[in-house]
């Protein structure tokens, strides 16, 4: 009965718990970063979409733990590239994210740089924003 879509399913149709999951995770708590990796297999319709964007706004709450837990299960793009969240991507947004990555203590770490590089790109001028 337990796993991740079960768990989500039980989750989402209520939407006080579901919306204290997400405001967790959108905050960094580690705890709930912990919650958004084991419940990212089940992730599907609406709720799921917000699950993205608050994965996408961790970064900026606490960029240390959501390279560390989130970007080996949702990828560098969701988590550290401003395009998953519930604003409109702007390069100032991104150049912000990177000068936060190079002072965060993660800043060698390989999924630190998985995140440069995909902040670099979305800076980039070759860059193609949908």
């Known amino acids: 009965m337990f796993g991740a879509v079960p768990t989500y399913r039980s989750l989402s149709g ?7 999951v997400v405001n967790g995770v959108r ?4 705890e709930w970063l912990t ?7 089940a992730l599907d319709t609406h ?10 706004d961790a970064f900026d709450a606490n960029p240390d733990a ?3 837990i989130l970007v080996p299960a949702y990828g560098p ?15 100032s947004h991104a150049r912000a994210r990177l000068e ?12 630190a740089l998985a ?3 995909a902040l670099s790109r979305f800076v980039s001028d070759d860059f193609k924003r949908p």
Request: aromatic residues 2%; charged residues 25%; hydrophobic residues 45%.
């Open 47 to 56: 709720p799921g979409e917000e699950m993205l964007e608050a994965v996408a």
């Open 100 to 111: 936060r990555l190079r002072s965060s203590t993660a800043a060698n770490e390989h999924a």
């Open 27 to 30: 905050a960094g708590r580690p």
């Open 35 to 41: 919650i958004a990796v084991d419940l990212r297999s």
């Open 77 to 91: 793009e969701t988590v550290c590239a401003p395009l998953g969240g519930h604003e409109p991507a702007t390069v």
């Open 14 to 20: 209520h939407e006080a718990r579901w919306a204290a």
């Open 115 to 117: 995140c440069a590089g």
């Open 66 to 68: 959501a390279i560390r």
